[in-house]
């Protein structure tokens, strides 16, 4: 047995005491760390139903991915609108005083006697109120249908006219205010209520609103018809895609954009199959991410976006070691793409010296993805071999006139719909959900072109009604 001298003993017991030290520290800071992690989850898995966050904070698809309402007792659920024994709510004709135009009808022979009929007004007429905006200010007509005593004592009542007698109560100036309103501007039918009560002294129910959207919706058809015509024959377009809700679901909302023109379309998901018939034959160059999705385009016929592929490098150069190396150096690769393209817009360039500048970039910047691949780094070369695979697609815009390098022009496009589904929580019915694709469709497109989106719709309204021909969307 091995002797230790009170020196080498006195050594061993500092050194257990330093261990002991180590390890009673390391057990502090996993004890916090874990305090921390629980702190973490218990603050992820916060929402409105379990704290004193507001709803707007549970975010788009709350519904439909684990933020669920209680759940209601067997038998309790009650279909959407008015319940059985419920007071109606009924519009109120507007006083004399305020009707603008009156347009009366009289019968032209007693139903008894066929005897000839006096227009002798009736106090008690039947009235149909036409309720329009006209330059800004409210305008109501008014149809008043006689009833005229003969002298046998018989009552005849005017005719009703079909013709010219509206069928409903709001005309085509107002049913677009509403349906900017509340589809344009994106206030709710309760503002937009609240907001026709208090400018123009008008009261109309909520009801009544979302059967103006929805005549505004079916006026808008062939207008959203020439929008997909023209985006789908044009050379270049922009495509994106972001969430939109349908009673809670989560929906797919996709932009097909040009310069001059924007569609929307709202899908059940976002699926290949699902989306394909929004770009009809495949015509032009599309501009978009890298999404798998968009497996059906020509590769030579795409061009990947590089502010995407910008913000993946930047998220591989905040890592360390080789990671964040070869992030780096992709990023500098991104940045000399940028630098080489602004100098091109400037003028700076011709396309001839843009593409004899971005010729050895390309080789460089595969180089490094291929480095990337090989180096086998969770997080790093599965992307990288994605590029790589893409990369007949990276470099489209150095050759191809009006092709941008970037998918910025559809993120702006849909970046309105996004702040509208956060105030909003998306459509409670297809029919909403038509309506968010084309009044936006139209007010997009319009708004691209310096045209009047009022004018324009109501314009096209009032033809509908009128069973006319509609004005052109993409008219000069």
Known sequence: MAVVSAEEHAELVEQIGRLEAELAERDRL???????????????????????????????????????PPKKRKGAQRKRGGQKGRRGAHRQLLPQHRVHDFVDYFPEACERCASALPH???????????????????????HRRHGVTCGCGHTTLAAYDREAIP??????????????????????????QRLLRDFFRLTVSVGAISKMEKRASEALVSAVDEAKRDVEEAPVKHADA?????????MSLWTLSTTLTTVYRIFNDGRRKTIRVM?????????SDRASVFGFWEMALRQICWAHLLRKFVSFAQRDGPVGALGRELLDCAALVFEYWHGFKHGLLTREDLAAWMRPLQLQFEAILRRAVAANKKGLSGSCADILALREAVWTFVVHEGVDPTNNLAERDLRSLVLWRKRCFGSRSEAGLRFVERIMTVAQTLGKRGRWVFEFVRETVAAHLEGRPQPSLLAA
């Not at 109120?129 to 006209?134: G, I, N, P, S, Y």
């Not at 409903?168 to 349906?179: H, I, N, Y």
């Open 279 to 287: 770009f009809g034959n495949l015509v032009g160059i599309l501009v």
């Open 167 to 192: 069928s409903s109560p709001f005309g085509p100036g107002l049913v677009t205010a509403v349906a900017m309103l509340t589809g344009v501007y994106h206030l709710s039918r309760r503002e937009a």
């Open 30 to 68: 996993i004890a916090e760390l874990k305090e921390q992690v629980v702190a973490l989850l218990a603050k992820r898995d916060q929402n409105s139903s379990n704290s004193n966050l507001p709803p707007s904070s549970d975010g788009p698809g709350a519904a439909s991915r684990g933020v669920r």
């Open 242 to 250: 972001t969430s939109w809700l349908l009673a809670g679901i989560t």
């Open 120 to 142: 002798t007004h009736d106090a008690d007429a039947q009235r149909y109120q036409l309720v329009d905006l006209r330059d800004g200010a409210l305008h109501v007509t008014e």
